[in-house]
């Protein structure tokens, strides 16, 4: 079998892996960064899901990298698209002029700028990087996990030796085979004390997942795909938050949980809403725009025949049951339901929707293969909302950063602050058939030693892999903190290589962590927020 030996190997290739790999690199260290598909970028690019950001994005509150990142995407389209002269000059390019974000792209251009970005050390030989490889086995000696095995895609094994090993897969994927102590699911009200806990610990009631896709429309044409095998199952399953059928407009609202009618006109010539203030208003009310990642008018006459639009609605989300913590078979027939309720919920757009004109379905909704990657249109991937989480050495819990139960309104201040995140708690639908919970939450902190574990010394999560709670797990999830946990992972793997001590010292000793901050500053990531107001 063959054998590499590196300084950090970094499993897993979603925003939190390479942003890994660009530190531990950037610091002077050999990396192996691996990815299960053939896309880096995870739930940008594989998953396909556009930025979910904090309204300050554009000024402040992710790391250089980050920025660099989200510059380098508008740049891409100013150099290869032909963009309208109005787009063209627009400063905060939003080529795809969706409600969620201000920056809604096509992964195919998010995969470009990361491959770019990483291209350079991959040059200067401390980057090499095997798509297609997923973790099989790990070897741990004691407290330290020395090396990770990887099949790759014609059944071959690679051993990759470390004296650093960063879990950045999308579903923790080495902490069971390294035997790292973690917790999935929901924990119990007496575990973390946290209002919206579970009374009983439920490991394996987890968020929804998503298999998202990409659809054009092309008025008077007929793009309607096959009937689905579960069709007759999807049309019939009414949630218990849903006040009717999951394939229809109906959907709760995620702050009351109350029915809502969502609209649907394909190829609008306005804006739906013109500014989507995320602390007040759902974006996914008009579902056209939500996550629009490419709109006509941001390109020369011509350029497209019609916007592109990811879906990633309310009616996709999968919660029959967990796609990871359960035996194989049952994880795979979970991740095929997930794939089925999206193509059921997509036969049902083009056949039975009640359609703004008011006649009965869009048979010119087309599935765009060529944007996803793959021969169908929809992502590569499924969208992972939760993954295992570390047992670390300190849990953010609900009450360190729930807007309602802050009193100076400020998320809790971590001496150990390696970074800094905002976003709602945002928990969708549950296999345990919990509804939405969306709280308030201020803007927070990432303290190292959520990074932690409290027994291994070498292995760290480098993504939403964390020391959160099933509960806080809903705001650390998202685009921004995810890189951010991922970069600060992989510096502080080189910052240990380098003074030979461990994060664990790093955490205990007053100047280690000084000086370890320092750099992370020195390197562009935000530790502490600015004064910041209306949230």
């Not at 930025?51 to 380098?72: H, V």
């Not at 969620?100 to 195919?108: D, G, T």
């Not at 953010?396 to 139960?405: G, M, P, T």
Request: aromatic fraction near 8%; hydrophobic fraction near 35%; charge should be negative.
């Amino acid at each position: 079998m063959p054998e590499l030996n590196v300084d950090v190997v970094v499993v897993g290739g979603g925003l939190g892996g390479v942003a890994a790999a660009l530190a531990a690199s950037d610091a002077g260290r050999s990396v192996v960064l691996t990815e299960e598909s053939d896309w880096v970028g995870g739930q940008l690019t594989s998953q396909a899901v556009p930025p979910d950001e904090n309204p300050w994005i554009e000024q402040f509150g992710c790391t250089a990298r980050y920025r660099r990142l989200r510059d380098e995407m508008r740049a891409y389209y100013r150099r290869w698209y032909p963009l309208s002269e109005e787009a063209r000059v627009q400063r905060h390019l939003n080529p795809g002029r969706g409600t969620v974000s201000s920056i809604c792209v096509e992964p195919r251009v998010g995969l470009a700028v990361l491959e770019a970005m990483l291209a350079g050390p991959a040059s200067a030989g401390r980057l090499r990087v095997l798509t297609q490889h997923r973790p099989v086995s790990a070897t741990v000696d004691g407290d330290r996990a020395s090396s990770v095995t990887l099949e790759g895609p014609d059944g071959d094994q690679v051993t990759v030796v470390a004296p650093y090993v960063l879990d950045a897969t999308e579903t923790s994927d080495l902490l069971p085979l390294a035997g790292v102590e973690h917790v999935t699911g929901a924990e119990s009200r007496a575990d973390t004390d946290e209002p919206h806990a579970a009374d009983e610990a439920q490991p394996l009631n987890m968020q929804a997942v998503s298999w998202c896709f990409v659809v054009d429309h092309l008025e008077g044409e007929d793009h309607t795909i096959d009937r689905p095998a579960s069709y007759d199952h999807w049309r019939s399953v009414e949630p218990p938050a849903w006040s009717g059928p999951l394939l229809s407009f109906v959907a709760p609202v995620p702050r009351t949980n109350e029915p809502l009618a969502r609209t649907l006109v394909p190829n609008p010539d306005h804006d739906a809403v013109a500014v989507v203030d995320h602390r007040t208003v759902g974006g996914d009310f008009e579902l056209w725009a939500f996550r629009r990642i490419a709109d006509r008018r941001t390109f020369a006459p011509g350029h497209l025949r019609s916007d592109i639009t990811l879906v990633n609605w309310p009616m996709i989300d999968y919660f029959e049951g967990p796609v990871y913590g359960v035996a194989e078979a049952e994880a795979a027939r979970h991740v095929e339901g997930s794939r089925e309720l999206s193509l059921s919920f997509l036969y049902w757009l083009q056949t039975e929707a009640p359609r703004h004109d008011g006649g009965t379905g869009y048979p010119g909704l087309r599935l765009r293969p060529d944007v996803t990657g793959t021969s169908d249109g929809l992502a590569k991937r499924p969208y992972i909302r939760e993954s295992r989480r570390i047992l670390a050495e300190y849990t953010i819990v609900e009450q360190d950063l729930a807007l309602d139960l802050r009193q100076d309104g400020r998320g809790v201040g971590y001496p150990d602050s390696v970074g800094v995140g905002s976003y709602r708690i945002d928990l969708h639908p549950s296999t345990g058939g919990d509804p939405y919970v969306d709280v308030a939450s201020c803007p927070f902190e990432i303290p190292l030693r959520a990074l932690v574990p409290r027994r291994v010394e070498n292995l760290l999560p480098a993504a939403k892999n964390l020391g959160t709670t099933h509960v806080t797990n809903g705001c650390y999830r998202l685009h921004p903190v995810e890189w951010g946990i991922g970069e600060v992972a992989g510096s502080l793997a080189a910052f240990c290589l380098d003074r030979s001590c461990t994060p664990r010292q790093v955490c205990e000793d007053v100047r280690l962590l000084e000086e370890f901050q320092n750099l992370l500053v020195r390197d562009g990531v935000e530790i502490r927020w600015p004064e910041v107001t209306g949230y």
